[in-house]
């Protein structure tokens, strides 16, 4: 009879040691202990990616944060310019010098932040991609050792 989990049974990271759940169960040409540890490694896996999606959410909406105050100082500055006085001509090329830039600004940053949320992208589907390849290794390699 095979022997349920109690609440110390439990690894590092808070699952049910599965190992000891089924540590009476045999089944012939069926290797648990085997099957158990790549099941690990993929949770591994999983929860190393999710780690980095959330860093690199964190780190866009961080810099998102930082562009803002940014903008919001470079607006205030404008409008402090805006409101000196002045010749009109004067104030009508300052603004249009300063709509370009904030443009090429706006542009700058929109590129900032997809090369950030593509990095997290990629890192994240390595981290699975990789993970895939050593399964189908794994999985390969078990089937011939019970296949001989």
Known sequence: MAKTP?????TTNGFHDVTKLFADFRMPGLDVETIVAIQRKNLEALTQANQLAVEGVRAVAQRQAELVQQAMEQA????REFTQPG???DRVAKNVDVARQAFEQGVANARELTELATKANTDVFSVIARRVSES???VRLYTKKHAA
Do not use: G, N, Q, R
Request: hydrophobic share 40%; net charge negative; glycine share 0%.
């Open 6 to 10: 109690t609440t110390t049974e439990t």
């Open 87 to 89: 010749a009109a001509e």
């Open 136 to 138: 189908f290794d794994e």
């Open 76 to 79: 205030s500055v404008m409008f």
